[in-house]
């Protein structure tokens, strides 16, 4: 199996304002050998009834990466087109036990389409 490049938005602070709240930077970093397949019918279904979201794809996460994946915007290239789609986390990642799974990805997290 062979992941693709994607990119998810990182908040890095900058510094703070005159009142002491954080100022924040947004760039996208690129993250490899990411998994990207359709979510199961199940996943679907339950992304709607919680979140009230319909989920495009499940991303299978490398277990090296130490991203934020809650809530955040990522870009995926279109498997046909290559041009790139803007898409959003729903809910939390799901982690397994890094030791007991055999493969090199140990999150999965679920994106709905971003416009």
Excluded: C
């Excluded at 339950?46 to 990522?74: Q, R």
């Excluded at 498997?79 to 990642?93: D, H, L």
Aim: hydrophobic share 35%; net charge negative; proline share 8%.
């Amino acid at each position: 199996m062979k992941g693709m490049t994607i990119q998810v938005r990182n908040n890095v602070q900058v510094g703070t304002d005159p009142f002491g709240a954080p100022i924040f930077d947004d760039d996208f970093v690129s993250v490899d050998d990411v998994l990207v397949g359709s979510p199961t019918t199940d996943d679907v279904t339950n992304a709607l009834s919680l979140y009230g979201k319909k989920a495009e794809y499940t991303l299978g996460i490398p277990k090296s990466d130490t991203h934020n994946w809650t809530d955040v915007e990522v870009i995926i290239p279109n498997p046909i087109t290559g041009n790139p789609e803007r898409f959003r986390t729903i809910g939390f990642p799901k982690t397994g036990i890094q030791a007991n799974i055999p493969l090199r990805w140990g999150q999965n997290v679920m994106v709905e389409r971003y416009e």
